[in-house]
Nanobody, 124 residues
Framework: QVQLVESGGGLVQAGGSLRLSCEAS????????MGWFRQAPGKEREFLAA????????NYADSVKGRFTISRPNFKNTVYLQMNSLKSEDTAVYYC?????????????????WGQGTQVTVSS
């Protein structure tokens, strides 16, 4: 099992940028696919982006395509979510999660390790 810890959240003005980090512990991090989700108060958890274990495939939700970028540098136990052109509706708790190696889909049920989340607040 891989353990995940998110960081990098905070308060930002609309139009600004943030980079979230998800640091993994566990010897087999390199063979997990990784995803980012968010959950706003009163709403369901929403898929944002995913990247498979060998960085061959990435997948984005339409709501963030062109604004958010997921990356996982080689030989590092970290996955990033670069968020640009932030909007007030991006305000939520952001989570990273791990899935089986070749999965880069959007179903939360396919992800079996989750971080504790990091708050992102975008002021208008």
């Amino acid at each position: 099992q891989v353990q995940l810890v998110e960081s990098g959240g905070g308060l930002v003005q609309a139009g600004g940028s943030l980079r979230l980090s998800c640091e993994a512990s566990g010897r087999t991090f390199s063979i997990y696919a990784m995803g980012w989700f968010r959950q706003a108060p009163g709403k369901e958890r929403e898929f944002l982006a995913a990247i498979n274990w060998n960085v061959g495939n990435s997948n984005y939700a339409d709501s963030v395509k062109g604004r958010f970028t997921i990356s996982r540098p080689n030989f590092k136990n970290t996955v990033y979510l670069q968020m640009n052109s932030l909007k007030s509706e991006d305000t939520a708790v952001y989570y990273c999660a791990a899935a089986r190696p070749y999965y880069s889909g959007s179903s939360p049920n396919e992800y079996y390790s989750w971080g504790q989340g990091t708050q992102v607040t975008v002021s208008s």
